[in-house]
Each structure stands twice: as C-alpha cells, then as structure tokens.
C-alpha cells in the first residue's frame, strides 16, 4: 500500500523557472508603449490633415461667394453712378435740375469762430457780473 502523506521526491529533476525578469517584462512594456504612441501619434497627425483640408474646402467655398458677391456690388456701382440712373431716380422723387442762375451760395459766419458779445458774456463769472 502507498502512503499518501509521504513521497519521495529526491529523484525528481529540478526544473527551471520560467517566469519573465522585471527587466525583460519593463523591455516589452517599453516596446508596446512606442508601437502605441506611434500609432497616436500617426492618428494624431491624420486627424490634423484632415481638419486642414475640411478648413481649405470651407474658405475656397467662402471666396467664391465673396466674389460674387463684389461682382454683384462692382455692377451695382456701374449702374448707380451712371448720370442716366442718377435722372430718372431724381425725376421720380419729383426733383428738378437747377440753372446755374438760380442757385446761390450764401456765405456766413460761424458762430464758433468769431464769438459774439453773448457769447463772451455767458462766459464771465456769477461775481464778476454782480460787481458790476
């Protein structure tokens, strides 16, 4: 009958342990670390081309409806300063052109440049004027 609670393990090989180092298991952590941030980093990049390019398509769409719209306004100002157009809208509102003879420039003095008596006397003192 065997014993169960006893053996004998002096002839039994001794193996090796097998189990990783902590500088080959900081090696793989390393490795698959830069492979990751590689990757990142390529989607990163990616992810900017392709912001740049959305950005592009935006502002070439943006300058072509700006240069309608300044062809739109350089005919708008064609029109506008044409003295034919310039007529007819006068005429419309019931404007009339003026002869030379009856129109006249009156020249006049401003008030601000040469003061008058007033205003010199609006700018002397309350005891100035009761002193006197």
Known sequence: MMDCCYQNYRNLPVQEV???????MLR???AVGLVAALV??????RMGILESQYEAARLRKENTELRE?????RVEHATLINPETIDRRASSLGLIDSSTGSVRI???KSRLSEPGSELVAAGRSRFE???E
């Not at 097998?18 to 080959?24: H, I, L, N, V």
């Not at 719209?69 to 306004?73: H, R, S």
Request: no cysteine.
């Open 40 to 45: 990142l980093g390529y989607a990163g990049l």
């Open 18 to 24: 097998s189990g990783a180092t902590g500088w080959e």
């Open 28 to 30: 793989w952590l390393l």
């Open 106 to 108: 009156i020249e006049g």
């Open 69 to 73: 719209f300044n062809d739109a306004l």
């Open 129 to 131: 004027a009761s002193s």
